[in-house]
């Protein structure tokens, strides 16, 4: 799923091709995108294109009349620029035809999540917008007051967008482990010392991807737009070994996500239980790193 470094990118490709463009027609290909009615989509044709701005994970594009084009990939749904008449890939939910191109919005796979919205002023776009906290805007106290406002586990914090805005599965595993803090521990129990850590560390992690992402698109509208970014510390590097200290990489599956760590900077080398895999193996599970790699020299 695109989240914040990936949004921002997107934006300032798009600030560059459409910004004062008039959108001049717009092709529905999947009557599953679009969850409005009111106003209709035919509303936004004809309208120059005022304002770009990040809503969370949604990209939203502010036209005249205080109109607002509200667009949320989710998992597999990406965004691509291409020259007008070009042929429509199949994947292609929606074209915005401008004069100088079109934005395309594509999805993988056939669930069909992502989505497109019009809706009108301000508070129409707020209605969309979880409220997480803008994160590299914010003060440390503010973000150590978002994140003790519900006791959860710090993975669970930073990919709630109630709590904090544009973090979710990928970039929530690289801060933890540019804080070395634990995914499973929980906010309530972290001192200042540790906030401190995570606000930094998130501040990092989110500010030095927006520059590489920016860096690798090079004024291009970016195309390689994925969850497993090359480079990325732990996310999406099961079994890799660690860039620090050279342990292999554990993960935690958990519904259609999983989270990974690394167990000797983060967890003091404890093993958190995949709930799976812990309830396969029973008295047979891992506990730490060492008896995992006992257990896997054992079978060697």
Same mark, same amino acid.
């Given at each position: 799923?695109?989240?914040?470094?990936?949004?921002?990118?997107? /934006?300032?490709?798009?600030?560059? %091709?459409?910004?004062?463009?008039?959108?001049?027609?717009?092709?529905?290909?999947? !009557? $599953?995108?679009?969850?409005?009615? &009111?106003?209709?989509?035919?509303?936004?044709?004809?309208?120059? =294109?005022?304002?770009?701005?990040?809503?969370?994970?949604?990209?939203?594009?502010?036209?005249?009349? *205080?109109?607002?084009?509200?667009?949320? /990939?989710?998992?597999?749904?990406?965004?691509?620029? #291409?020259?007008?008449?070009?042929?429509?890939?199949? %994947?292609?939910?929606? =074209?915005? *035809?401008?004069? &100088?191109?079109?934005?395309?919005?594509?999805?993988?796979?056939?669930?069909? %999540?992502?989505?497109?919205?019009?809706?009108?002023?301000?508070?129409?776009?707020?209605?969309?917008?979880?409220?997480? /906290?803008?994160?590299? *805007?914010?003060?440390?106290?503010?973000?150590?007051?978002?994140?003790?406002?519900?006791?959860?586990?710090? @993975?669970?914090?930073?990919?709630?967008?109630?709590?904090?805005?544009?973090?979710?599965?990928?970039?929530?595993?690289?801060?933890?482990?540019?804080?070395?803090?634990? !995914?499973?521990?929980?906010?309530? @129990?972290?001192?200042?010392?540790?906030?401190?850590?995570? $606000?930094?560390?998130?501040?990092?992690?989110?500010?030095?991807?927006?520059? %590489?992402?920016?860096?690798?698109?090079?004024?291009? $509208?970016?195309?390689?737009?994925?969850?497993?970014?090359?480079?990325?510390?732990?996310?999406?590097?099961?079994? #890799?070994?660690?860039?620090?200290?050279?342990? !292999?990489?554990?993960?935690?599956?958990?519904?259609?996500?999983?989270?990974?760590?690394?167990?000797?900077?983060?967890?003091?080398?404890? /093993?958190?239980?995949?709930?799976?895999?812990?309830?396969?193996?029973?008295?047979?599970?891992?506990?730490?790193? *060492?008896?995992?790699?006992?257990?896997?020299?054992?079978?060697?």
């Amino acid at each position: 799923m695109p989240e914040l470094p990936e949004v921002v990118v997107y /934006l300032e490709a798009l600030h560059q %091709r459409i910004s004062g463009q008039i959108l001049e027609r717009i092709v529905l290909r999947s !009557p $599953f995108l679009l969850r409005s009615v &009111n106003p209709p989509l035919s509303d936004a044709q004809g309208r120059r =294109v005022r304002e770009l701005r990040r809503a969370g994970k949604r990209v939203a594009i502010g036209l005249e009349d *205080d109109l607002w084009l509200v667009l949320h /990939l989710m998992i597999v749904g990406r965004l691509h620029w #291409k020259e007008r008449g070009a042929a429509v890939s199949p %994947r292609a939910l929606a =074209v915005f *035809d401008f004069s &100088n191109g079109s934005l395309w919005l594509s999805e993988a796979g056939t669930q069909r %999540r992502a989505s497109l919205y019009l809706v009108a002023g301000e508070n129409g776009l707020r209605a969309l917008d979880p409220g997480g /906290l803008e994160v590299l *805007d914010a003060s440390l106290e503010e973000f150590t007051a978002a994140l003790r406002l519900e006791n959860h586990t710090l @993975k669970r914090a930073l990919t709630d967008p109630r709590l904090f805005s544009g973090i979710g599965n990928a970039y929530s595993d690289e801060i933890l482990f540019e804080a070395r803090l634990s !995914p499973a521990a929980t906010t309530h @129990k972290l001192t200042s010392e540790e906030i401190t850590r995570l $606000f930094n560390a998130t501040r990092v992690v989110l500010e030095g991807w927006i520059a %590489r992402l920016r860096s690798r698109a090079a004024g291009a $509208f970016p195309e390689k737009v994925t969850a497993f970014q090359e480079g990325m510390a732990v996310h999406g590097r099961y079994r #890799k070994p660690c860039p620090r200290c050279r342990a !292999p990489i554990q993960r935690i599956r958990y519904a259609a996500n999983e989270c990974n760590y690394c167990a000797r900077c983060q967890t003091g080398g404890k /093993l958190l239980a995949d709930r799976a895999m812990s309830r396969l193996l029973r008295q047979d599970w891992p506990r730490t790193l *060492d008896a995992l790699e006992t257990l896997t020299n054992r079978k060697r």
